[in-house]
């Protein structure tokens, strides 16, 4: 269809035309001489229908109001009146947070940031500028400014954020705390030592067992009267201590499970990473009596930076899509404390508010793309042009 | 240390500990030190899988009265909660079961029939879409949606006078069209889509198969999954396809191949590692998917996690045994096609693709 209306400057030399065109080797011949097309026609349509057209038609519901008539859903355009609802409304505090007075730390952190972002922007414009770049941080440092105000409004200030903040700390503290244990996995499994074909199966587990499964088994681990902790939580006084009744450790509890799903799959890649390092780079290193800290900074982390920061780049953008394990280890609760984007999305959907189901589903979005380009053009990229 | 000389006798208790022999030993310390934290993590990893299979063996009674941990020392284990799901309610369980079977099978080789078949062209051949064109179809693709959404116009009937608009219009506007795009500009649009989070495009497919009439069947779900994982495949492929040589392919087209035969029989037989990694990876998303399959089955195409979800919803409460016996029921066709495609993964096929 569309991108492939354009001609392609595929040769093919040396076919001699067979010698009775029957029907079959016409139609061959013609499928040959089209063989671009052929090839990326089926993705690009499906593509097109399952990914693009819904992706304008959600545009479309974010801007309209849905009721339930005779004979299915009637629609009527409603403006802005979607996202003003959430950032500004009667949904403010589901999407952004119970806002209240800045407090003295509130205040502290909105002037480090303001600070931050201006000389960001200052070293960038007054060493090498183009426009293009320019407004692409400048985009980028709209949105970290208004996630800090976000959140100075309500974290520092003292009172509970939205699914927007949740989302933001599901991705940020999981793929850190992914990160960081993956890594010292997979450099732990790199030494050379005995059994690391069983360790490598052992940890890869975890990805197989389905999210829903490793949900519902960390239900089970965290409960404090019945689970397998329970002699251990009565030891130290908290048997009738919840997880999920308080919103930080709810919180905690789905990133624990999170982590200890996604973990492996880090921890396979950068293993797979290290073991391609020149081993007489390092052993070359231990010779002249570098410490081991030293090879690790300087010859090791500098050779898989480009596949950590892809790594995380791919877990950050699937991290943006959580939903199943907050639907069934709290069910967003206690009140939203857990609920991520999607969750918020999908039960703005269960309860037949179409618009704005999609119009929180189109932050979620903006967000994630904004979060995802800055991340590939400023770290992916950016390391890549520095080594 | 003295001064004079490194005898062994003179070195502390620490550098004895954590310093190496020599080049290739490990010294104690640090030996200790990793098989510890290995097996603290190993720990970490197997005892929740351990506790989902005893579970599935426990009596409701043993599952409430207080954690059990050994079978036959505190615990009698009972089969109970294997034949609730196997005897009693067979024909639900096996229907799930089947309906993830085809859709993951189905879905995962249609996405990477479809992409590979994408990759490779994107490798091979010089794509020159036009950004003109690009515009018009998507003018055409909103006109459409506000004549169905607005005006209440039948969708097909939009949809046809869209695309035959669009054709017109491509026909008679492409001479003018300058700016064109380059593979890197489709690769990068078809990879970007793995961005786009599930929920926002869910509500309007859901919408699309509710007006067809194909909401809660197989081919909906087999094809929404495959278009979900279109980018991996697209993604993989492509860097697997550059990385084999042009040579191979160049001289079986002198030989009088066609494209199409040059990629069947030569490129894809070459690309088996790719493939299998592929395979395997896109089929366990498939598997395990579960927003999705929330929004598009009901009842007769409902898939595996959906049935683990609901075994949490009943008026008993949660039912915990037979639960985890579902849960490992599920692991076991995954870990068996890891097993089965294991053998043509080769170590660092993913390592490539994420190279960039």
């Excluded at chain 2, 949660?318 to 870990?335: F, N, S």
Aim: with cysteine.
């Amino acid at each position: 269809m569309t991108t492939t209306t354009g001609r392609t400057d595929e040769t093919r030399p040396g076919l001699n035309a067979p010698a009775g065109p029957t029907g079959w080797t016409r139609f061959s011949e013609w499928l040959d001489r089209h063989s671009g097309q052929f090839f990326i026609t089926p993705a690009v349509v499906m593509i097109l229908i399952f990914a693009i057209f819904p992706l304008v038609a959600s545009l479309m519901l974010a801007f309209t109001r849905a009721r339930i008539g005779a004979g299915g859903f009637k629609f009527r355009f409603a403006g802005l009146q979607n996202f003003e609802k959430q950032f500004f409304g009667s949904e403010q505090f589901h999407f952004l947070g119970t806002f209240s007075a800045f407090s003295l730390l509130a205040w502290a952190v909105m002037a480090a940031t303001t600070a931050g972002i201006v000389w960001w922007l200052y070293r960038y414009a007054s060493t090498k500028f183009s426009w293009f770049g320019f407004v692409g941080r400048l985009i980028t440092a709209a949105l970290i400014f208004g996630i800090v105000l976000m959140f100075s409004a309500t974290l520092f200030s003292g009172s509970p954020f939205g699914t927007l903040g949740v989302t933001l700390f599901y991705v940020f503290v999981g793929c850190a705390i992914q990160f960081a244990i993956g890594l010292g996995l997979a450099f732990l499994c790199s030494q050379k030592i005995r059994g690391r074909g069983f360790f490598r199966v052992v940890f890869f587990l975890p990805l197989m067992i389905t999210p829903i499964g490793v949900g519902y088994a960390f239900r089970m681990l965290a409960d404090t009267s019945k689970g397998p902790f329970a002699p251990l939580w009565q030891a130290v006084g908290l048997g009738d201590f919840t997880w999920v009744a308080n919103a930080w450790t709810a919180r905690m509890f789905i990133v624990v499970a999170d982590s200890w799903q996604w973990i492996p799959f880090v921890f396979i890649i950068l293993l797979a990473a290290l073991e391609n390092v020149p081993r007489d780079f390092v052993e070359a290193a231990e010779v002249d009596g570098a410490s081991g800290w030293q090879i690790f900074s300087d010859i090791t982390w500098p050779q898989i930076m480009p596949v950590a920061a892809t790594v995380m780049l791919i877990r950050v953008i699937e991290a943006f899509k959580i939903v199943d394990l907050p639907n069934i280890m709290t069910a967003g609760g206690p009140g939203i404390a857990t609920e991520s984007m999607t969750l918020h999305s999908f039960f703005a959907w269960r309860s037949f508010d179409l618009g704005q189901s999609s119009a929180i589903a189109y932050l979620l979005l903006f967000v994630t793309v904004v979060v995802c380009v800055s991340f590939f053009n400023l770290v992916v990229l950016g390391r890549i042009r520095q080594s | 240390m003295t001064a004079t000389g490194h005898d062994l006798s003179s070195r502390g208790l620490w550098q004895r500990l954590f310093e190496p022999p020599s080049i290739n030993r490990m010294a104690p310390g640090t030996f200790i030190t990793v098989y510890a934290l290995l097996l603290v993590w190993t720990l970490v990893v197997l005892f929740p899988v351990y506790w989902v299979l005893i579970t599935s063996f426990k009596l409701p009674l043993d599952v409430a009265s207080g954690p059990y941990f050994l079978p036959w020392v505190d615990f009698t284990p009972d089969l109970h909660a294997w034949k609730a799901l196997f005897v009693d309610d067979w024909e639900d369980t096996l229907k799930a079961y089947s309906n993830s079977i085809i859709i993951a099978l189905a879905s995962t080789a249609l996405s990477v029939l479809v992409g590979s078949m994408a990759a490779y062209g994107l490798a091979r051949v010089q794509y020159k879409p036009k950004l003109g064109s690009i515009l018009i179809f998507v003018a055409a693709t909103i006109a459409a949606i506000i004549a169905v959404v607005r005006y209440g116009v039948e969708w097909w009937l939009a949809g046809l006078v869209a695309l035959a608009v669009f054709y017109f219009l491509v026909l008679a506007l492409s001479r003018h069209f300058k700016t064109t795009l380059a593979n890197g500009d489709i690769l990068f649009w078809i990879i970007s889509q793995r961005i786009l989070a599930p929920i926002v495009v869910v509500v309007p497919i859901y919408i699309m198969f509710q007006r067809v009439g194909q909401l809660d069947t197989h081919q909906a779900i087999i094809l929404t999954y495959a278009v979900i994982n279109l980018p991996i495949v697209v993604w993989l492929m492509y860097d697997f396809f550059t990385s084999i040589p042009v040579d191979l392919e160049e001289s079986a087209q002198l030989d009088g191949a066609t494209r199409i035969m040059t990629f069947t029989e030569i490129v894809l037989p070459l690309s088996r590692a790719g493939l299998a990694a592929t395979t395997l990876l896109v089929s366990i998303l498939s598997w395990n998917e579960y927003l999705l399959a929330l929004f598009l089955s009901t009842s007769k195409a409902q898939t595996m996690p959906i049935l683990v979800a609901g075994m949490a919803a009943g008026e008993r409460g949660v039912l915990w045994w037979t639960m985890c016996v579902t849960i490992i029921v599920m692991i076991v066709p995954v870990v068996f096609m890891a097993i089965v495609l294991q053998r043509f993964i080769s170590k660092g096929v993913l390592l490539g693709a994420v190279k960039g």
